[in-house]
Each structure stands twice: as C-alpha cells, then as structure tokens.
C-alpha cells in the first residue's frame, strides 16, 4: 500500500468541519494532521506537513486561507461560499505561478446531487417538457431552492443551445401559482412539508414516455463522499476547478 | 349460476358509451339488452325489459333519461356531468315515491381515484402538512385539474373539522407561482409534461415521515371497473346515491 | 383552557423513552410527572398521581409496569413488544375488573404507517393487482420487514374475503428471485439501498390505472405523534385496545 | 429552408412500421417516398430516391434490406433484431467500402429509457448501492426485462471497472425471493402489474442521500423522436453505430 495522504481541516469546529474530520479518521488513505479551529496559527498546515487542506470555514477567511495554502504548495479543497468573479479570477493568477498545486471550489459536495444536475442538463434537449418540483422542510426561508434556480437555468441553456422549442402548454384558466414560477421559461414548483429534508425531481416528457431524475438528501453526511472524492483528485489536478463535476469520470 | 342482470347504455355511441358497452358484454354477470344513441327511443328500455340503465350521455339529456328510468322502475347509473342541486333535488322528491329504485351518479368512475381521495380526507388530519401535485398532459386547458381542487377541499375540511392549524411554512423570500396555488388554504401544484395523461399526489408529512398517496390514470379503460361496480350494486341501494365512494366497503 | 394530563415514562433512559420524554415535556396540555428507569420503583407513578404511563420498556418487564398501572387506575400506552395471546387474556382479565380503565398495545407508534397499512386493505379488493416493495437500510437483518409482511397478509385476506381472483401474470421464463418473495400470494420486493431508513410501497394496479400508497419513515421522531395521540385517547378507550388503528377516526 | 430528406420505410405495415410512416409524414423536413411491407420490391428504393431507409422488418429478412441499402449507397436506420456478431462483422466489411454510408442499429429508440440506461451506468461507481426496479403489465412472459438485464450487466461493469465494493447488505434470515433476483451481482426486482406499461428504477444510495433515475414508457409513440433523430443524424455518421447513445450528444 502507498503512504497516507496528509489531510488538514480548516474550520474543524463547525458542523461541516465535524463531519470532516470524522471521515478523514475513517478513510484509510488518508491521515488527519491537522484540525484548526479559528484562532489557530495556519502555520500549523505546514509544521504538520498537509499536502491536501480541506477549507469549511467562512467567506470573509476563506481566500487567505487557500491563498496560504497555494503559496506552500498544498492543494486545496473548498466547501465555503463567497468565492466572486473577483477572488476566482485573483487566485487564478496566483496558481498560474504555482503550476503543480490544484484547488476545487465546490458549492455542492452532494455527488448525488451534482450528478441528478448534471444528467437533467444532458437529458433536456431531447424531451418536449420540462419541469421541476424541489420539496424541503418547511423552516426554508426561500423559494425555490438555490439548487433548483441553477437546474432550471442550465436545462434552459441546454435547451436553447439546442434550438429546442417551448414545451406545450394549453393552459387557459389558472389560478395564480399552480402552474409553478418560471424560471429561465422553466416551471419549478416548490412544496415545503414537515418531516422532509431536501429533495428535487426533474420531470422530462415526449410523447408517450417520461424520463424522471430524482435526488434525495437525508442528512449532511450526504456530503463526506464529495469531499472524499475532492481530497483523492485534487493533486492530480492542478489549477482551479469550480464544481465539483470537474472530477466527475463520466464518460461511461 | 343466478340470472344475467339486463343492462342497457344510454349515450352507446360516445367514447365512454362505447367502451361501457364492450365492458358489459364482457362481464360474466350481465346482458346487454340496448344500445342506444342520440335519437333512439327510450321505450326501448321497457320493451327489452332493462333493470339497470348506464347513462353516459350530454347533461341537456341526462335529466329526462334518468326520469324515464324511475318511472319506469329501471335502476340508474350515471356518468353524465350537469346534475345541479336543483336537479338532484327534483330527483330526490321522484325517488321517494320509487322506494325501491336506485339511481347513483358519480362525477368520477375511476376507483383508484376515489379511494385516493378519499384517503387524503381521512389522512389530513393526522399529518402537519399537506400539498397536492396534480401531473397532466400538456392539452388540460385548466390548472390546477377540477380532481385536484375537490381534493384540497376536502381535505381542508378534513383539517379544518379537527381543528388542525396551519401547515408549517417559513418561506420569506419566494419567487410568484413557486408555493403553487392555494385552493382553501392547501398548496396545490400543476404539473403539464408531455406523455403523461392523468396523476395526483398527496403528500402528507409530519415531523419524521412522510405518507404519499398517488394515483396514475393511464387510458379511459380505467373507468369501466367502476362503472360495472355501479351496475352490480345499485339495485341494492334505492334512493340517490351521489359519489362512487357510496358503493364502496371500506370497512376493512 | 382545562387540567394537563398528568403522564409518566417507564424505560425513559431508552431510544424511545428519551424522544418520549421530549415529546411530553413539549406538548400544551401534558405534564410530566415521572421518567423512570430501570431500578426506579413504580410506587413513584402513584406519588406522582401519574394519569397515564408510556411503557416504552423491555419484554421482561412490561406485564408487570401495565399490570401495576392498571392495579392502580393507570391508564396505560405501551409500545413494548413481548404481548403474545397469553399475556393479552390475562390482561383483559385484569381489566374486566377495572371498567374505567384504558390500555393500548401499539406495535407502531407511526401514524403514517398505520394508516398506509389500513388504506392498503381496504382498497385490495378492488384492483387486479397488488404487490409490496419495502426499502430500508442496508442494516436490517431480516427480509422482507415485519409491516411488509403483515401489509402482505392483510392484503391478501381482504382480497380473499372479497373473492377477487389472483393476480394475472404471465411470466414464464425467470431468474431466481425476480418476482420477489411471496407471502400469501401477494409479491413483496425487499431494497436494502445505503442511505435509506424505512420505507414501503403498496402498489394496486387494474385495467388502465395505478393507486400507489407509499410511507417514509425517515427518523424516531415519527413515532412521537403517534404516542402523544394514544396518551391522549387512552383514557376515552376503557379495556384494551390493540393497535393504533383503533383510535383514529377514518369516518372522513 | 434546405431540401427535404426522402426516407423509405421497410416493414411498413408492421406495428412498428405504421407509427414510423406516421412520424415521417409529420416530420417536417422529411419526405416519404416508399413504404413498403413484405412482398414489394426493393429497387423501389432506388427508383423513388430514397436517401435514408428505416428497416423496421423482421430478423429473417433485415440483414438482405440492409446490404442492399449500403450498396446503393442509401443510408439505413434498423431498429430490427437478430444482428448478432457475425452479422455485424459482416456489415462493418461491406461498409468499408462504401465509406460515405452511414448505417444506425438500435434495439431501443426510446430515448429516455437509452439516456435513463446511460445516466445508471455513469453514476454507479460513486454510490454504495445500486438495485434496480422494472415494472410492466402482466402480460409479459420474461422476468427481469431484457432491458433490466443489460442495464445491471453495464451498471455492474462499471462497479467493477472503478474498483468498488460489493453493496453493503447484513440480510440473514430471509424468504426466497425477497431481495430479488442477482444480475452481474446487482439486485433486480420483476414487478407485474395490470394497467402498467414498461417502467424502470435504478436507485442507488450511499450514507444520507439517494440518487433514482426512472424511465415510464407509456405507449409505442416513446420510439419515434428517437426513430427521427436517427433518421437525421445518420448521414453524418459513415460506417456502423450500434446503439442510439452514440448519437446522443452529452457533453453538456
């Protein structure tokens, strides 16, 4: 068996970082050197030897910390939002000075989920309909979810890319709201239920056949396999990569 | 073996009216004595001596026909929309004069359907939420469908009788049409794809769990179950009966 | 606003007896008034004046704590398992000289379920076709699940009592296992998928139609409604009353 | 606007053959020049122009229609079977050389159920588990379905290819049948079911989430938009394609 990978956690003391550190101790390739919380010195990556730092912090600490990272040489994976045109475009600059390191941004590290995206956006051009339905537990303050307004955007541009025409529609009597909101022309309709967690359907229908995707999300441990995956690929991938679905081997 | 129920069809020559008819022959337990279309003469009900008539006709006929029925002592089932209270009412006051005879009308033959709707209303009390997904073909001029929104009422009326509060929704920030439509309080989503015909879901969800009740409604062959339920069984039932769900045992 | 009812946990330190606890200290109209454990004594149920007690113990124990209840004119709610035709007569004894007194022996608490279960059978006798796809966790031991099983049972019997015919199939080449196992006629499907909890669906088919009746339990918490309910019902139901079913109100 | 695609169809009385001269005619940039059944003349082809044949024949017959085809330079869309590996060698030499033609054979033009089999296969290596559900009317006489089949054979391979595990699963006491039949060692569940068309399910679960990707065929009208887009595409794909995926673009 070759050496463990050397793996830190940043922000190790949040729910996320949690779960982190507990798959990190469990997965047998990899060794945990370091989890820091806040305050600590992130000197410690390199005393430890990290040679893969995995980021949950928060937005505002977020880019010194992979910046640091890039400029010791160790690859990073990021779950943490905030990553703007702006910071995406300045740590490109910076890795173009450091060709061997790599960085995933990754706003979704669900495998699941990024895959039901990715197929529903593969699949939409050759269906007359389209459709979405998302359902959560009802302590979500928006509607609809941040994952179903970018599936409904990148159906459209699949769609339009692919010069495909509006789906049918007859309806001439409605009341407000049961045909759903559009979003890029796509309907998505939003149910909000008690003893939910978070789920999304992609209905695509022709003509006498229905082709449906669906993703369940249970708990945050949905998340570990993503970062898993992150963590493996990450060193074999220099630059920056943004989503997931970069690593993804799809070609079947 | 008992004798052959003498059955005969009203409106035979319509879509419903013929697959009734070709339902009735195949039944092991009944005779086709007529067939009749727009202008045949109901005296013919009397002369093959009829004991059940199948209206499946247009609501500017079925009122007249389902009259001639009961003073004639020939038993009615009736498929035919355009019976107002004024109508039934009139019906009920011919009927206490015919003790023994039975009609029934039923907006809706297709079993599953009713049992579906039927335990929604028995389910909604005892969950926090409660939403409808109602899927259909893209050429439903109406939205949500007239399935749905009886569905919602009832179950409204469910909740409503149990005094259960509203449904839990922290939604702040939502998009118009996301939350569906509300059809007494119950969030009620319209689905329109290509390929499907006619689908409802009830979700009902508390803290934990979740109970789903569907139904798919694939062809009109669906409605001849319950069509020859209402056949058998009506001759048992004097008086008006409205709603299949009146013929059926649910005492399990 | 009257009285809260005055209730007790006997094997409060459990899974079950913890999320029982909760539940009560959480509900407007209960109080709690005693969570024993293993070596507490059960006089303290009546120091208490505890109303009613939520046996949530082991099989060892349970004929002891409700006939001590019982003895003392507590109701009781007990989700224990170990009540075989024995203990349940003896019992019934019991209480023959205790008219004012309630007891529940619920094998399933959830509410969801109870009600799929219910709906499964009554609505059996009506389609061509019924079979049971039960989906849990890659944990459980046993295949098909005790609810698959007892759904599969009761379904059949409706069925049978109904007179309805099996269902049609034509297979006539197949592997090994492909039509599911087989539990009084009925097909039952057993998934064991990472990931999941504890899931079931009764799919009923004829002619041109599909009833799906599906319930996801997705954690313990489902089980607490339930519990809640028969606390507050128990003392309405004098004698035994076996199964949740009996106290919900399906008249819709 | 360009020039209209002149097709011909082989088998044209066929069930088959019917929808696809139906399709055709409706197609708007296409024109049917020759539908021809069992005992009419093949140079019909090449007097009427024909630039694309679909061969929708039976096994006996199709490899003859083909190799005229391709000799006369017309490119052929074959959604007959009975193309084993001889055949096909046979093929690809007769193609060699002509290799300005194109020839499309498909043992499945729905296009759903060919992305529903690609996206199983995609996503099998990142799950912990993987079974698969078909669900058809019972008057079919193989279980599992053919398609079922290849999909575990290709989810299986894929597993297998990327080194992972068999599903974890602690079934120890069982009926025979429950957990469904082995195919390459993924589970396969047979549901038959009046009123059912051709349905699938694959799930695949690892810890807290769940992926589900179903096809529902409804009726024969599912194989013609992928009929079409063979017609289309074939004549920019010279030599042989087995398989209607490898005209799908997913890049995405």
New interface residues.
């Given amino acids: 068996m070759s050496e463990m990978l050397k793996v830190a956690v940043l922000g190790a003391r949040g729910r996320m970082g949690t779960a982190a550190v507990a798959a990190i101790e469990g997965a047998p390739d990899m060794e945990l050197v370091a989890a820091l919380g806040r305050s600590d010195p992130l000197d410690t990556l390199v005393e430890k030897g990290a040679q893969v730092v995995v980021d949950l912090t928060v937005p505002t600490s977020t880019e010194a910390n992979v910046r640091f990272a890039v400029e010791h040489g160790i690859h990073a994976v990021v779950g943490t939002t905030g990553w703007d045109a702006a910071r995406l475009a300045s740590l490109e600059k910076l890795l173009a000075g450091r060709p061997e390191t790599g960085v995933l941004i990754a706003p979704n590290f ?4 990024v ?2 995206t ?2 529903a ?3 939409a ?5 389209v ?1 979405i ?1 998302e ?1 959560h537990h ?7 979810s941040g994952t179903a307004l970018r599936t409904a955007q990148l159906v459209a541009k ?1 769609r339009a890319d ?1 010069g495909v025409p509006a ?17 890029s022309g796509i ?11 978070a789920h999304q359907e992609v ?23 993503g970062v898993l ?1 992150g963590v493996r690929t990450v060193s074999n991938r220099p630059g920056l990569t943004v989503g997931l679905d970069g690593y ?5």
Same sequence: chains 1, 2, 3, 4.
């Avoid at 669900?110 to 989920?113: F, P």
């Avoid at 051009?125 to 309909?129: C, I, K, P």
């Avoid at 009802?138 to 609809?144: F, H, L, T």
């Fill in positions: 669900a495998l699941g989920s895959l039901a990715r197929f956006q593969q699949a051009r050759y269906f007359d309909s459709e339905i359902l009802p302590r979500k303050v928006d509607a609809p699949a692919a789906a049918p529609d007859a309806t001439e009597t409605t009341l407000v709201g049961a045909r759903g909101a559009r979003v309907p998505v309709h939003s149910v909000r239920l008690a003893g939910l967690v209905l695509l229908g022709s003509e006498g056949e229905q082709l449906t995707i669906r993703h369940d999300s249970f708990n945050h441990d949905s998340f570990m396999p995956l993804l081997d799809l070609e079947g």
